[in-house]
């Protein structure tokens, strides 16, 4: 994306017609090239159709777009200037400027308190299961000890999934029956990290349809229950627009903290991450890159803007 952007501005740059450009004297009475109004809008429209095939949400794309528009409408371009690095700053920037939310360090906040219970919320078929393993791997590295919550209490497929990855990590796993009571769970696993002075108790929880009310309901009575220190929404990078809106609507009913994007492996554009950031307000601190238990990165603002960039 940011090649054909560049070649736009400079091909509108380099023309010889005064339509295309004003030829201005600045202040200091040297000559440069102002870009017309006209000509920005038409760039940006190009920049808007970029931005939305690699899965930015639209109002994110409107704000990008502004943000250019006035870094660039009536700037200043010196003759033999670097027209491309000039309109690479000012595009990474708008970027930049979206993700610019306060970052959240797992590490400092885990330190702080014991034991520190975080709860991953998230529809089904996100990777939030296999999420939490990673992230319970992290902490490991880490020198932290783990408890797991099987929250998912109406699967119970989702009981032996969890409970397979607890095995192999050797992590104390909390469970009861299919169909008890998910808060309960979370309870007794607090219980259990407070009685055995574990580090850290993660919860896991069902993933229904965000749209399902009993499902919000179920979330509130965990967060009421367990007092999370933290809730992580878990996203799928390839569902675009739809996990932007789950992100909002679990946000807007349990509150999210911060977000884990997985299976940004898989050919993913990056534009949910930015998407998710931009509509709750809440800080990405890890992406999920494959599908071993050591998959799993922090998540840095260049790096995103950077696939954004070159893949949209």
């Known amino acids: 994306m940011l090649e054909n952007l560049k070649n736009k501005f400079k091909a509108v740059i380099s023309r ?31 920049l808007e159709i970029d931005l939305l095939s690699g899965d930015v949400a639209l109002e994110v794309v409107e704000t990008i777009k502004n943000r250019v528009r006035e870094n660039l409408l009536g700037k200043r371009i010196k003759f033999g200037e670097d027209v491309e690095k000039v309109v690479a700053d000012v595009l990474r920037n708008a970027l930049l400027s979206v993700l610019s ?48 919550a099987a929250g998912d209490t109406f699967r119970a497929g989702a009981i032996e999934q969890i409970e397979i990855h607890a095995n192999r990590l050797g992590v104390k796993l909390v469970k009861h029956a299919a169909g008890s009571d998910p808060a309960a769970v979370a309870y007794d696993a607090i219980e259990h990290a407070r009685a055995r002075d574990k580090d850290v108790v993660l919860i896991d929880t069902a993933g229904r349809m965000q749209t399902n009310s009993n499902l919000m309901d179920e979330m509130k009575k965990i967060k009421r229950v367990a007092k999370p220190d933290l809730i992580i929404f878990v996203g799928d990078a390839l569902a675009g627009n739809d996990a932007v809106e789950q992100a909002r609507r679990f946000n807007a009913e349990v509150g999210v903290d911060c977000a884990i994007l997985t299976k940004i492996d898989a050919d993913a554009k990056g534009g949910a991450a930015l998407s998710i950031a ?35």
């Not at 004297?25 to 000509?39: H, Q, Y």
């Not at 709860?119 to 393993?133: D, L, Q, R, S």
């Not at 494959?290 to 070159?310: R, S, T």
């Open 278 to 312: 931009y509509a709750i307000k809440k800080p990405i601190i890890f992406l999920s890159t494959g599908q071993g238990y050591e998959d799993i990165v922090k998540f840095k603002p260049d790096w995103l803007v950077n696939k954004i960039l070159a893949e949209a």
């Open 101 to 148: 939310i306060p970052a959240v360090d797992l590490d400092n906040l885990i330190a702080k308190k014991k034991p520190f219970v975080i709860m991953f919320v998230g529809v089904n078929g996100t990777g939030k299961t296999t999420a939490i393993a990673k992230i319970a791997h992290y902490l490991i590295k880490q020198g932290k000890s783990c408890v797991i």
């Open 16 to 46: 010889t017609k005064n339509e295309a450009v004003e030829k201005s004297p600045f202040a200091d009475g040297v000559l440069g090239w102002k870009i017309k109004p006209e000509n920005l809008d038409r760039i940006l429209a190009d």
